[in-house]
């Protein structure tokens, strides 16, 4: 998945020569060189990590911290500074890596990769999403949606995406257990009890044994939603002929196509009641 990394130092050199080195990465990258300038950035849409120098005019990479704990403490923050007596200051907020100027590119590299990896990994295997259930309006769309999806690099944006939508769109607040394969989903639609289930048709070896597994277990979700289901060899096709679930033909990788699936979930929920009282 893409990741979208927030720069934020007043030296304009330093930020221009990170920013072109992560965007070669395939990250997204978005500068600030005020503290100022970062907290407006960072309210306007998700950030997955943030490189954060300490000593800059006007607001103060402390208080930048400090707002980003408070509003999303999930974010990833690498403390990056040319004042390694200011750690004891930054400690009791909480900073996932802390490196001293001058630094060695490749370590900075290195360190913003396995933090971004550790996190992706925690996107798709979180069991709980108290924040985002908690935010949840009287009436919004409140889900547990169980997604078998053998492929990460496809489950990972369509979960990203439904948990943390653009500013001004709201989906519903939805907690995810991902399934790699038949046995597992089998496993968490039984302990779980999952709301929805999410199936794609292409990657799961054989869609009409997992389909028919999942549908005679003793718990049945309130409905199942296929993706990636044309075109589909024969035997496969027969699983959709046999079924009047819902589908979606989207990409998980183009942002307008997965917010046809953000509204289609959306709708599902609300056909069936699954809204926060």
């Given at each position: 998945?893409?990741?979208?990394?927030?720069?934020?130092?007043?030296?304009?050199?330093?930020?221009?020569?990170?920013?072109?080195?992560?965007?070669?990465?395939?990250?997204?990258?978005?500068?600030?060189?005020?503290?100022?300038?970062a907290v407006e950035i960072f309210g306007q849409k998700p950030v997955d990590l943030v490189l954060l120098d300490l000593q800059m005019p006007g607001l103060s990479g402390t208080d930048v911290l400090?707002?980003?704990r408070k509003k999303a403490p999930q974010t990833r923050v690498v403390i990056v500074t040319a004042y390694p007596e200011r750690e004891n200051e930054v400690k009791p907020l909480g900073y996932d890596a802390f490196i001293?100027?001058?630094?060695a590119m490749d370590n900075l590299i290195r360190t913003v990769d396995a933090l971004l990896t550790g996190k992706d990994d925690e996107e798709l295997k979180a069991v709980t999403m108290p924040e985002e259930m908690q935010?949840?309006?009287?009436?919004?769309?409140?889900?547990?949606?169980?997604?078998?999806?053998?492929?990460?690099?496809?489950?990972?944006?369509i979960i990203y995406f439904l948990r943390h939508p653009e500013p001004g769109k709201h989906y519903g607040a939805y907690h995810f257990g991902w399934a790699t394969d038949l046995q597992q989903a089998t496993?968490?639609?039984?302990?779980?009890?999952?709301?929805?289930?999410?199936?794609?048709?292409?990657?799961?070896?054989?869609?009409?044994?997992?389909?028919?597994q999942l549908m005679d277990g003793p718990y049945q979700p309130k409905d199942y939603l296929f993706y990636f289901h044309k075109p589909l060899p024969p035997d496969r096709q027969q699983v959709l002929s046999a079924l009047s679930f819902k589908h979606w033909e989207g990409n998980p990788w183009k942002e307008k196509e997965l917010e046809t699936l953000g509204e289609l979930i959306r709708k599902t929920a609300l056909e069936h009641g699954l809204v926060k009282r």
């Open positions: 998945m893409e990741f979208r990394i927030l720069v934020v130092d007043d030296e304009e050199s330093l930020v221009s020569t990170v920013t072109e080195i992560f965007f070669d990465k395939g990250y997204q990258v978005v500068q600030a060189l005020s503290g100022e300038q400090r707002h980003i001293q100027k001058p630094f935010e949840a309006s009287p009436g919004e769309p409140l889900a547990d949606i169980l997604i078998l999806e053998p492929v990460k690099d496809i489950a990972a944006p496993t968490v639609l039984f302990a779980t009890h999952p709301d929805l289930v999410m199936i794609d048709l292409l990657t799961v070896p054989d869609p009409a044994v997992a389909v028919k």
